[in-house]
């Protein structure tokens, strides 16, 4: 069994991991461990950076070849800064991720996906060689993309028509490439790639986007809350399975960066050439995935989305598009609190 | 409104200054030239750019831009008492009451219509996600052309490179809406005036250093991070000759007394900006702030053959660019030159940048023995001030280290 890689981020190239030899674990923010980050960062942030940190210090965590922290906002900065301090023998690398698209951030995100690569070889004792790029990166991409695309035929299938339990599935599948392996999640996606049940009616369909929403079990509780989830824009949902087009370029490094930077964004990555643009293309999903109406889920203290809410509630009220504002703490706990304005937003929408 | 408070200030500090020719009075001029450089902002006559902290200003100003990072005007709606109808603007727009006020002053500000309009915006990715963030918010309020310089936290050769090659770009982007290229006479001037402030921003914070201290808590506060909206001009080095005179004087004419100092005190990221009486309470104490520490040059002189990749150099270098055991590095070295006997930190409320870093830094100035006192403040909105919990938590520090 190979060895372990943790990570926290969706811009982390999965396929690099694997084709290192080593499996991908995402570190969830799911734990009972004890509430100690606060002491090593500040009450005030980010859950999700808190409880990773938590399980950290309490050391729920399977054991690990190393650790990638990706530079995508300041609460994954201090998390980063502070694993240090808590475990100060892990191996760990942290990788620039540029805010914006243009040309010289694209080739300098492929140097640093270059360097996480060189990294990950030499953590597992592997000499870098011409040959590991053309058999083995591109192997585990097309095995990757393979994934990529049953994902992709699922929400398809989702945003047409609802079928109970469809949804929690699709996050299995995605859970298990984060925790697993590529072959692992692709093997489960062609079991679940027709649904099991057959569709039923009388769901409000909603687009649901924030950052982080992994819990399988928090879509069937929408279900219960009678709400079809018809899309997802989450770093945990399909937007983590990026396909990758190998085809953009000579470097795989580079085709890995265009494919991951240009591909639907976090908040935090935006198009400085229409400020603002995860508005419009929140309303996009929306229309594309036959929602009626969009629910924002973020963690608390998540800058990135919180900054940007305002313009998305905006472009939403525009198109008249009800939205319904979510905050959470990682919980399903919390997620619970938030039964009764669901199902307020759920007869509003008048299905 | 905002363009009439700064000519009545300017108004009022040149008259100030008249009635005493021969004083040095650097504080004074400083603040002078910053509400002239608020003048300028409202006067609707200048090329405008807001932007980020780490901005080039030099450069900017070499290209006959007036430039201003967001945070600034939030910082002095909070001083003038103004900030809290701007609060409530940005809050109504939904934006987090527990983000950073900062943000939510000016963002406000834009709201409200109180903001000079921009001709153009130039974000940068360090220090802080929420600072680029608002940026964001702003050019797409406003509908202006925007441009983001990334700055990487490894300070490598292709992380100079990347920034280095931005630069450059900015400059392009620059140009293109100004219509002007850039004169690379002025860019050396400006350059050179930045190489002269920084050897004169080294020389006060070496004055500073001096046991007893001829600084005050007041004299350099917030210093350093503003001082950089005027480095790349001939003012910014009169400016910086002042206050080195100031302390030249001061030590000459024996008024290193001018607090008391039984305590050395070093101030952690920004000061409070609306009123509140910390300066008196801990000259009432008998304490003293001798550093901020952002109060610090931490680049190397500008190379005028290799403006670009300097000034990249300089964006990277600053600690708040790095990690943050960088910072803590830091940090200690500042200790350990002003003999501090203990440092405050204001962990603002919604900072995650600087705040979130708070239980590493306490951890890392242990590490050389000097007590931190952190405090849990607003640094910008006093609506949930508990000032009397802050008095009783700063009183029993000083207990604690006398």
């Not at chain 1, 057959?198 to 709400?227: C, M, Q, S």
């Not at chain 1, 598009?321 to 304005?341: A, K």
């Not at chain 2, 008492?81 to 701007?86: E, I, K, M, R, Y």
């Not at chain 2, 921009?118 to 797409?140: K, M």
Request: include cysteine; aromatic fraction near 8%; charged fraction near 25%.
């Amino acid at each position: 069994m190979n060895k372990k890689i943790g990570f926290t981020c969706a811009y982390t190239p999965v396929p690099l991991i694997e084709a290192a030899g080593f499996s991908p674990y995402r570190v969830f923010p799911e734990t009972k461990a004890p509430d100690q980050a606060g002491h090593l960062l500040h009450d005030n942030l980010c859950p999700h950076v808190k409880k990773v940190l938590d399980r950290a210090l309490a050391n729920d965590l399977p054991e690990l070849a190393g650790m990638i922290f990706i530079n995508s906002c300041d609460a994954m900065r201090r998390l980063s800064d502070a694993w240090h301090e808590a475990r100060p023998d892990d191996k760990i690398i942290l990788i620039d991720l540029p805010s914006g698209t243009n040309s010289l951030s694209l080739d300098f995100l492929s140097k640093e996906y270059e360097r996480l690569f060189k990294t990950l070889l030499k953590w597992n004792n592997i000499p870098f060689s011409p040959e590991i790029i053309s058999d083995k990166i591109k192997e585990t991409i097309a095995k990757w993309n393979l994934l990529a695309a049953s994902v992709k035929k699922i929400e398809e299938t989702m945003s047409r028509d609802f079928f109970p339990g469809y949804a929690s599935g699709l996050q299995q599948i995605i859970n298990t490439v984060a925790t697993q392996s590529i072959d692992d999640a692709y093997q489960m996606a062609q079991n679940k790639i027709e649904p099991e049940k057959t569709a039923k009616k009388g769901r409000a369909p909603v687009f649901v986007f924030g950052n982080l929403l992994f819990d399988p079990k928090v879509y069937d509780l929408f279900e219960d809350w009678n709400l079809q989830v018809s899309g997802t824009d989450f770093c945990t949902s399909s937007r983590f399975v990026t396909q990758v087009d190998t085809g953009l370029d000579d470097n795989i490094f580079k085709s890995l960066a265009v494919s991951y930077l240009k591909q639907t964004p976090c908040a935090r990555t935006m198009d400085t050439s229409i400020p603002g643009s995860i508005a419009q293309r929140i309303v996009e999903r929306a229309k594309q995935t036959n929602a009626k109406g969009v629910i924002g889920f973020t963690l608390k203290f998540c800058d990135p989305y919180l900054s940007r809410i305002p313009m998305i509630r905006q472009a939403l009220k525009k198109e008249s598009i009800p939205f319904l504002m979510l905050e959470g703490d990682c919980t399903t706990g919390s997620m619970g609190q938030q039964q009764t304005r669901i199902e307020a937003f759920t007869e509003m929408l008048e299905v | 409104m905002m363009y009439e408070h700064f000519d009545n200030t300017v108004k009022g500090i040149q008259d100030k200054l008249n009635q005493d020719p021969e004083g040095i009075n650097a504080r004074k001029k400083y603040v002078l030239e910053l509400s002239r450089l608020g003048r300028k902002l409202y006067s609707k006559n200048e090329t405008i750019a807001w932007c980020g902290v780490t901005a080039p200003f030099d450069l900017l100003s070499s290209m006959g831009v007036t430039s201003c990072f967001v945070e600034f005007v939030g910082a002095m709606l909070a001083s003038t008492q103004t900030a809290g109808f701007f609060f409530e603007g940005a809050e109504d727009e939904g934006f987090a009451t527990d983000s950073c006020a900062y943000h939510r002053a000016v963002m406000g500000a834009v709201l409200k219509n109180a903001m000079p309009e921009p001709d153009f915006i130039i974000g940068t990715s360090s220090p802080c996600t929420a600072g680029l963030a608002i940026v964001e918010n702003f050019a797409h309020q406003y509908k202006k052309d925007f441009f983001v310089l990334n700055v990487p936290q490894n300070y490598t050769k292709d992380a100079i490179k990347y920034l280095s090659n931005q630069v450059e770009e900015l400059v392009g982007f620059v140009s293109g809406h100004t219509k002007k290229p850039l004169s690379k006479e002025k860019l050396n001037l400006a350059l050179e005036n930045f190489n002269l402030s920084s050897q004169l921003l080294k020389d006060i914070y070496e004055l500073a250093k001096a046991k007893p201290s001829p600084v005050d808590s007041r004299l350099l506060r917030d210093f350093g991070v503003v001082m950089a909206l005027l480095m790349g001009t001939k003012t910014g080095v009169d400016i910086c000759q002042a206050f080195k005179d100031e302390l030249n004087h001061r030590i000459k004419t024996g008024r290193h007394h001018a607090s008391k100092e039984k305590k050395r005190l070093m101030w952690i990221q920004n000061r409070i900006q609306y009123p509140f009486p910390m300066d008196n309470m801990l000259d009432d104490l008998g304490a003293k702030i001798v550093v901020d520490e952002l109060n610090n040059v931490t680049w190397e002189p500008m190379d005028t053959d290799n403006p670009y990749e300097s000034i990249a150099k300089r964006m990277i270098s600053i600690p708040f660019s790095m990690s943050t055991s960088e910072r803590i590095k830091t940090m200690q070295n500042l200790a350990l030159e002003y003999q501090i006997d203990g440092a405050i930190n204001p962990c603002h409320w919604g900072c995650r940048q600087g705040t979130g870093a708070r239980g590493l830094i306490s951890k890392g100035m242990q590490d050389i023995n000097v007590p931190v006192l952190n405090l849990e403040i607003d640094c910008v909105d006093s609506r949930n001030l508990a000032k009397g919990q802050i008095e009783t938590r700063v009183e029993a520090f000083m207990e604690m280290l006398s």
